[in-house]
C-alpha cells in the first residue's frame, strides 16, 4: 500500500499570504496523484489531478507541482473562502490511498 | 447537472448488516467508475471500494477484509455497498463518488455523505 504524507497537519496564515502544502508518497506514483478541499460539513471537492491540472471551475490561484515523490499544493494568495482541510490521494496503485490531510485555519 | 444521492445508512449493532445505495443522475453512469469513500467523525478520509463502469472490476481497502460488497445496476444508475459483520470502526460518513474514467479515475463528484453509526 502506498502511503502518503501530508505535511504540516495544520498551517495558520492571514488572508492573502501563500500557502504551501506537502504531499510525500512512499514510493512512485507518477503523476497520479490529486488534491482535495474539504469545508466544514461537506463533502470533498477536488482541486487538481493529475498532478498538476486544475479541475473544472478552479481558480488560478491554486497549482500543483511535484519533484519525484514530493508533491506541492500552492495556493498563491489566500482568499477567506480557501480556509479548509486539503487532502492528497494517489490513484497510481490499488488500493487508492488518501493523506492524513492538512488543515489551513486563519492565524 | 451531476447529483449523486447516498441513502441507506443509520444505526445499527456491531456484527449487523446495512446496505448504501447511491442513486445517480446528470451523467452517463455506464460510462464511470464509482466509488464509495468513508470519513469517521473528526478524521480523514478513507477510499472503501471502486466499481468500474460495467462492474466487472471491484477493488477493496485491505482493512475491510471481505466484509464490504460494492455492486452498481446501470440498468437504474444505482451503485450499492453491502456491509456485513459491522464494526465500531465502521462508523463513518460514508460518500459516493463519481469517478473521470470507465476503469478508475478521480472523484470529481460526490455526494452529501450517509451517515452510518455502529453501536448497541
Known amino acids: 500500500e502506498i502511503v502518503l504524507t501530508q505535511s504540516p497537519a495544520t498551517l495558520s496564515l492571514s488572508p492573502g499570504e501563500r500557502a504551501t502544502l506537502s504531499c510525500r508518497a512512499s514510493?512512485?506514483?507518477?503523476?497520479?496523484l490529486a488534491w482535495y478541499q474539504q469545508k466544514p460539513g461537506q463533502a470533498p471537492r477536488l482541486l487538481i489531478y493529475?498532478?498538476?491540472n486544475r479541475a473544472t471551475g478552479i481558480p488560478a490561484r491554486f497549482s500543483g507541482s511535484r519533484s519525484g515523490t514530493d508533491f506541492t499544493l500552492t495556493i498563491s494568495s489566500l482568499e477567506p473562502e480557501d480556509f479548509a482541510v486539503y487532502y492528497c490521494?494517489?490513484?497510481?496503485?490499488?488500493?487508492?490511498?488518501f493523506g492524513q490531510g492538512t488543515k489551513v485555519e486563519i492565524k | 447537472e451531476v447529483q449523486l444521492l447516498e441513502s441507506g445508512g443509520g444505526l445499527v449493532q456491531p456484527g449487523g448488516s446495512l446496505r448504501l445505495s447511491c442513486a445517480a443522475s446528470?451523467?452517463?453512469?455506464?460510462?464511470?467508475?464509482m466509488s464509495w469513500v468513508r470519513q469517521a467523525p473528526g478524521k480523514g478520509l478513507e477510499w472503501v471500494s471502486s466499481?468500474?463502469?460495467?462492474?466487472?472490476?471491484?477493488?477493496?481497502a485491505d482493512s475491510l477484509k471481505g466484509r464490504f460488497t460494492i455492486s452498481r445496476d446501470n440498468s437504474k444508475n444505482m451503485l450499492y455497498l453491502q456491509m456485513s459483520s459491522l464494526r465500531a470502526e465502521d462508523t463513518a460518513v460514508y460518500y459516493c463518488?463519481?469517478?473521470?474514467?470507465f476503469g478508475s479515475g478521480w472523484c470529481d463528484y460526490w455526494g452529501q455523505g450517509t451517515l452510518v453509526t455502529v453501536s448497541s
Open positions: 446528470g451523467f452517463t453512469f455506464s460510462s464511470h467508475a
Open positions: 493529475d498532478e498538476s
Open positions: 514510493q512512485s506514483v507518477s503523476s497520479y
Open positions: 490521494q494517489q490513484r497510481s496503485n490499488w488500493p487508492l490511498t
Open positions: 466499481i468500474s463502469g460495467s462492474g466487472s472490476g471491484t477493488y477493496y
Open positions: 463518488a463519481k469517478l473521470t474514467e
